[in-house]
């Protein structure tokens, strides 16, 4: 079996390198998919995890019809392991994304989603002049690594989560990129 080639930006920061997901992921996005404590701060991840969904995961992110590139959180140039959790950017419209990112429980406030996040602002795969993130209000860590890396609080809102079953109250930021 040969491995899909993704055309994606591969972005590198201090300690991580941001990649396309690889079938090789499979087994690492599995155990935090089966987190809960990992998908009940996504709007996505079901809990508890289906059989084949990090599969499924993986092969849409390879898909050319995807309208979400996401990134693998790499950290084994540093010792930290091939998959510490996922970045993402989904496409909107007129040069706008929307970041979302989880990383692994035993890794959380170690400054990794701030670096990845930050990696990402500065490499701007998809040449936006705007990027949104919203986070559960339950979830303040998760807004600090916005505003660390300068995204400006909008307002309230709420999405659902797949994991809750219902919907969440959450934060909504800006960042216009080149402020």
Sequence with gaps: MHET??????VTTERLTLRPLRRSDKGLLEMYGADERVARMTRSIPHPLPPGAAEALIQTAQSDKRTEDLWAIDGSSHGLGELLGLIGLEQMDREQS???????????????ASEAVSGLINANPHNDQTMFASVFQDNPASGRVLTNNGFKYLGDAETYSVARAGNVPTWTYLKRLGD
């Design 5 to 10: 080639i993704v055309d994606q930006e591969v």
């Design 98 to 112: 929307e970041v979302g990112y989880w990383i692994a429980p035993a890794l959380w406030n170690t400054g990794l």
